[in-house]
């Protein structure tokens, strides 16, 4: 692979960096007028863009491109170098569709004008922003910038109309705002509109030194609190090299997958809701409550967890919680029978998801899809067996695999991840290893080394990355989230496209969205 | 907390039906439909407390209706941003008198853990936007505690309280 690289992109400074302490395999500096051509070159190669994200170092801007490949798992880190004063680069919008709305948010948080962009509009912020939020020196939005990323203005034509869906809509699982262009009953073009629940957690994290930023990712996604949870606090151990007794990390896994059955069972009730099945909703419910029982008894909230230390847990689990586990395992079998009468076999159901909504790999590739998604539509990857954190390594288990791409692949991947889930808790209730649960000589104010560290987990709904760039300070110098919904979300747009409102629907739920992770 | 009269444009009425409006007050209080509304994740718990285990059909409120025009009241279950305060005023406006407004959690109560300085983008308070009625603390706060919120706007509508206050055990 690095031979390849180096034949293909002559000129270009390309290093080998270490996979265990950075999480990326390679890292590239490529100058503003070569940005095309490495991209271009990843395109044919089937990699995807994984992210595209920008750090200010106050004397220049640096714009990061994080590629990796589906089949070959094999990370590049592509870093520009921009000029802090009027920096802009050429947009990769037309290569990578979703490169569209990472551009735009860097636009607007940055002031990075991306050539040729197609629209650069705002996208999360309110129209009384006056600096850019994100720049370390407060930067100001000049004036005809500000009349630029004001709003976009829609126009009708003779044989169309606007539909507004949201952010108060009950099937849009949150404050998700969508502007659905109709033709007659079809769709013609939609477009979403975001930061209805802009949290500013990117913000904070430059504001509040590691310890104190760990209460918030269980807020960003709070149906996968854990695995946010677990992402942040691996990527800071990664960075400062803090090592993590083993039954910690078995306790992780476990908690972690108990987590995820929460989150789909959630999902499905929701799905099943949006298609107008009521029934559903309430079995889901009945089971999640047994779950929140268990992880309540050891992380002592119901929701936005905040479980996992640098190091290790904040308590210990009893056997309280190992019965309990079992118990539910046992009683979560039977209930996946339920579900499967109730929903897997409904005429109706059946009728709404089957080739509808239908993802092909390369459309998955090109928008940089991730989690049941992806898998939906035939491509194995799973960070959980490409990646192996916590103790996924020495567990078991299969990847369920869709054929189709459309609403039912996706459904069917859900639940049978309920399977696998239940199949890993069981074989890690039985491996827990006894001893420390926490590392030893671990500093109450972390200063990680200076450098930066890239880090995925499998979250319910995808892929979620971090990337953290430390100064050597008591705090972040830039931690950026590479969330799984938002580039899941992106897809809407083109799968909606010539669809009726009701699959349209149909469409936005099967993504399993969760607005304020896309909002941050 | 004392009692608001029940018509929020008209401070007194020029005939008061005492009789009447009390009936009137207890059917309110026994049937307040929410506002179908999810901001954050306070959300998740407030469909967990209409679900079958806390169950707030028991008290009158589980019929959340989709569109403003049919509700009562107002849960705002999350953090309200600058972009959605606007939105958030109009369903206010649009829900019929009388109506009342629950901030569930702590961000809808004073913005939450994302008030600090220089943040640029949380209304700190949803009680700048639109009147609240009762206050329920907690990120995100437990079902149990949504479901005394709710008794305490019936209490503030009515003037008595349903249910006893359970005892303090500890």
């Known amino acids: ?520 | 907390m004392g009692k608001r009269s029940i018509y929020l444009e008209t401070k007194d009425p020029i005939i008061k039906f005492a009789l009447v409006e009390k009936v009137l007050d207890l059917a309110r209080a026994n049937s307040l439909w929410p506002l179908q509304f999810g901001l954050a994740c306070c959300a998740i718990e407030m469909m967990s407390t209409a679900m079958a285990r806390f169950d707030m059909d028991r008290f009158g409120a589980g019929i959340f209706r989709s569109t403003p025009r049919q509700a009562d009241l107002m849960i705002v279950s999350g953090t309200v941003t600058k972009k959605m305060a606007p939105l958030l005023v109009t369903l206010y406006e649009q829900m019929p008198s009388p109506k009342w407004v629950l901030a569930m959690g702590n961000c809808a109560i004073s913005g939450g853990p994302f008030v600090y300085e220089g943040q640029y983008n949380v209304v700190e308070g949803v009680d700048l936007l639109v009147p609240v009625d009762v206050y329920v603390p907690g990120c995100p706060p437990r079902p149990e505690g949504l479901l005394e919120g709710l008794m305490k706007l019936e209490e503030k509508i009515t003037g008595t309280r349903r249910f006893p206050t359970p005892e303090k055990r500890w």
């Open chain 1, 1 to 520: 692979m690095l031979e390849n690289i180096r034949a293909a992109l002559p000129g270009i400074n390309i290093s080998e960096t270490s996979y265990p302490e950075r999480g990326y395999h390679l890292a590239m500096d490529a100058g503003r007028e070569q940005i095309l051509k490495v991209v271009g070159f990843f395109d044919n190669n089937g990699f995807c863009l994984e992210d595209l994200c920008c750090v200010d170092y106050v004397d220049h801007l640096e714009l990061v491109y994080f590629f990796n490949k589906h089949s070959e798992p094999y990370r590049v880190k592509v870093a520009v170098r921009l000029e802090p004063d009027k920096p802009a680069a050429p947009t990769i919008s037309d290569i990578y569709a979703i490169s569209h709305w990472y551009e735009r948010e860097i636009h607007e948080f940055y002031g990075v004008y991306f050539e040729n962009h197609p629209n650069l509009a705002y996208l999360f912020l309110h129209d009384g922003i006056d600096s850019y939020p994100l720049r370390k020196n407060m930067t100001k939005v000049p004036e005809e910038d500000k009349r630029l990323l004001g709003s976009s203005v829609y126009k009708e034509s003779e044989d169309t109309f606007f539909v507004n869906l949201g952010p108060q809509h009950p099937s849009t699982h949150g404050v998700l705002r969508v502007i659905i262009k109709m033709d007659g009953e079809y769709i013609l073009s939609s477009e979403p509109m975001l930061g209805y629940l802009h949290r500013m957690h990117e913000k904070m994290a430059e504001n509040r030194n590691y310890a104190q930023f760990i209460p918030n990712p269980g807020r960003m996604d709070y149906l996968g609190a854990l695995n946010f949870n677990l992402a942040y606090v691996e990527t800071v151990e990664k960075l400062s090299g803090i090592a993590v007794p083993e039954r910690a990390l078995y306790i992780r896994t476990i908690t972690c997958e108990l987590n995820r059955i929460a989150s789909h069972l959630l999902w499905i009730g929701a799905f099943l809701a949006d298609l107008g099945g009521l029934t559903p909703f309430l079995y889901a419910f009945d089971d999640r409550e047994n779950i929140l029982d268990i992880l309540e008894g050891v992380t002592g909230s119901r929701l936005t967890y905040s479980y996992f230390r640098f190091g290790g847990l904040y308590n210990d689990v009893d056997e309280r919680f190992k019965d309990g586990a079992r118990a539910f395992i046992q009683r979560m079998w039977k209930r996946l029978d339920i579900y499967d009468q109730l929903i897997t076999k409904n005429v109706i159901f059946i009728n709404r998801a089957k080739g509808v909504g239908i993802l092909d790999r390369n459309m998955v590739r090109k928008f940089g899809c991730s989690g049941p998604v992806i898998r939906g539509s035939g491509i194995p990857f799973d960070m959980r067996k490409v990646e192996p954190y916590a103790a996924y390594s020495n567990t078991d288990f299969e990847i369920p695999v869709g054929a189709n791409g459309d609403i039912m692949d996706r459904y069917l991947i859900r639940v049978r991840e309920i399977e696998t889930s239940l199949q890993i808790i069981g074989s890690a209730l039985e491996k827990l290893p006894s001893g420390p649960f926490n590392a030893e000589k671990v500093p109450k104010i972390l200063k990680p080394p200076k450098g930066d560290v890239y880090h995925t987990v499998e979250s319910p709904r995808g892929q979620l990355g971090v990337y953290l760039v430390s100064d050597g300070s008591e705090t972040p110098y830039r931690m950026r989230w590479r969330v799984p919904s938002y580039s899941n979300l992106m897809t809407f747009p083109y799968l909606a496209q010539g669809t009726l409102i009701a699959d349209a629907i149909a469409i936005l739920g099967s993504l399993d969205l969760v607005i304020p992770e896309i909002d941050r």
